[in-house]
């Protein structure tokens, strides 16, 4: 019902920036959410930034001052700007948008992933 696409993933150096786009399609009503997480080899699955439909936004610590997370309302689409990237930021990166139907629950759709690799 909700489509998410994902890019602007690659490989940059550290200390170097990248800024990944998610555009949403389809049955877009009732999205309370859209965020970003990432997985690392080896590692849980965990959330990077989110932003809610009123704007207000939250980002993990370690990428606070780092990372925003704009959006574009008029595209239904989601950045995440990532800055002075580290090499422990090298993951998968996945968009999620949370939708919400009263009676019904919420319900998560998630991008195909992006991969993201920080290396001298």
């Known amino acids: 019902q909700v489509q998410l696409v994902e890019s602007g993933g690659g490989l940059v150096q550290p200390g170097g920036s990248l800024r990944l786009s998610c555009a949403a399609s389809g049955s877009i009503f009732n999205i309370v959410v859209m965020g970003w997480y990432r997985q690392a080899p080896g590692k849980q699955r965990e959330l990077v930034a989110m932003?809610?439909?009123?704007?207000?936004?939250n980002y993990v610590d370690s990428v606070k001052g780092r990372f925003t997370i704009p959006r574009d309302k008029a595209k239904n689409t989601v950045y995440l700007q990532m800055n002075s990237l580290k090499t422990e930021d090298k993951a998968i990166y996945y968009c999620?948008?949370?939708?919400?139907?009263?009676?019904?629950?919420?319900?998560?759709?998630w991008g195909q992933g992006t991969q993201v690799t920080v290396s001298s």
């Open positions: 932003v809610s439909s009123g704007g207000s936004t």
């Open positions: 999620n948008a949370r939708k919400r139907l009263q009676f019904y629950g919420e319900y998560d759709y």
